[in-house]
């Protein structure tokens, strides 16, 4: 149980496209979901908090309008990058938090890692 | 701020030896607290939690928490090659902070063979 997809794995994209990341919580509910960004051998850096039905809450330094972030069911959560540059090229991973778990244990996906030329 | 602290190593164990990973958090106010392992390239994967003052053992993994020094480790018995990732500490800060959950940086582990 508690298994996260993400899609695509990889994506490749050129300087001033937007690119789409799907999270999919797989065989249980996620009323909260998690986008992090990481940097080769940095640390995890969460971007946003996703809840399900309303808007997402980002963390200092993140802006909103760039990275868009719709959490349209309990299984589904997007981040968009729009307009991107080269320096949005990192590894973006999600996480699911179920609904059902007391300890607020989060799950991760596979990751996307994202590359624009 | 709220932080949670870890050495960022590496710390190198022989193989067969007891890796010993510890944390510390800066919020009393934290209510569970998490182990995760990440090899390079991958995503985290959850190892184990733990929300009570003790220890909590799984396999040969050990967690270990003690809420009035702040502190949770991880031991890790009988270590293998394939024991060689980064262990991430993560934190729930409780519902007074909407039950973020924030991670430490990292500790990189390598087991020798």
């Known amino acids: 149980g508690a298994v996260v997809s993400q899609h695509p794995s990889w994506v490749i994209c050129k300087s001033g496209t937007s690119v789409k990341i799907e999270c999919r919580s797989l065989?249980?509910?996620?009323?909260?979901m998690f986008w992090y960004r990481q940097f080769p051998k940095q640390s995890l850096m969460l971007m946003a908090t996703?809840?399900?039905?309303?808007?997402?809450?980002?963390e200092q330094g993140v802006e909103k309008d760039k990275f868009l972030i719709n959490h349209a069911s309990l299984t589904l959560s997007t981040l968009t990058v729009t307009s991107a540059h080269p320096e949005d090229s990192s590894f973006y991973i999600c996480?699911?938090?179920?609904?059902?778990?007391?300890?607020?244990?989060?799950?991760f996906g596979p990751g996307t890692r994202l590359t624009v030329t | 701020q709220k932080e949670v602290e870890q050495n960022s190593g590496p710390l190198s164990v022989p193989e067969g030896a007891i890796a010993s990973l510890n944390c510390t958090y800066s919020?009393?106010?934290?209510?569970?607290f998490f182990w995760y392992r990440q090899y390079s390239g991958k995503s985290p994967e959850l190892i184990m939690f733990?929300?009570?003052?003790g220890d909590k053992e799984d396999g040969r993994f050990t967690a270990q928490l003690n809420k009035a020094s702040q502190y949770v480790s991880l031991l890790i018995r009988d270590s293998q090659p394939s024991d060689s990732a980064t262990y991430l500490c993560?934190?729930?800060?409780?519902?007074?902070?909407?039950?973020?959950?924030?991670f430490g940086p990292g500790t990189s582990l390598s087991v020798i063979p």
């Open positions: 996703s809840n399900e039905g309303s808007k997402a809450t980002y």
């Open positions: 993560a934190v729930n800060l409780g519902p007074t902070s909407y039950d973020k959950v924030i």
């Open positions: 996480s699911a938090r179920d609904s059902r778990g007391l300890n607020y244990e989060q799950y």
């Open positions: 065989d249980f509910q996620a009323t909260t």
């Open positions: 733990i929300y009570s003052n």
């Open positions: 919020d009393r106010g934290s209510q569970s």
